[in-house]
Nanobody, 126 residues
Framework: QVQLVESGGGVVQAGDSLRLACTVS????????MAWFRQAPGKEREFVTY????????YYTDSVKGRFTISRDNAKNTVYLQMNSLKPEDTAVYYC???????????????????WGQGTQVTVSS
């Protein structure tokens, strides 16, 4: 049974930074391409960023480019999301997601992913 557990959320002020972590158990992280999504109150879940399984290829939605960085440490079975220069509009529950694949294909739809974490709340005050 594959499990994803997010951590690192919290309440910060605009301009601050946070680092989220997503730890995978049950199988090795290197099996999966990974992504972060977020869902704000009253809104649909939206794609944030993607990292490929082995090459480290990354892709970001426009609203976070230059501010967020996704990375992975396969030895620790953990994916990170470094969030800098946070804005109030970044407030959401952040979810990590895993896709078992051998291909480097950017997938931005939540339905493309096989496994999900429970989410961690990020609140950015102005």
């Amino acid at each position: 049974q594959v499990q994803l557990v997010e951590s690192g959320g919290g309440v910060v002020q605009a301009g601050d930074s946070l680092r989220l972590a997503c730890t995978v158990s049950g199988r090795t992280l290197s099996t999966y391409a990974m992504a972060w999504f977020r869902q704000a109150p009253g809104k649909e879940r939206e794609f944030v960023t993607y990292i490929s399984r082995s090459t480290g290829f990354t892709y970001y939605t426009d609203s976070v480019k230059g501010r967020f960085t996704i990375s992975r440490d396969n030895a620790k079975n953990t994916v990170y999301l470094q969030m800098n220069s946070l804005k109030p509009e970044d407030t959401a529950v952040y979810y990590c997601a895993a896709k078992e694949t051998g291909w480097v294909v950017v997938r931005t739809r939540s339905s493309d992913y096989d496994y999900w974490g429970q989410g961690t709340q990020v609140t950015v005050s102005s």
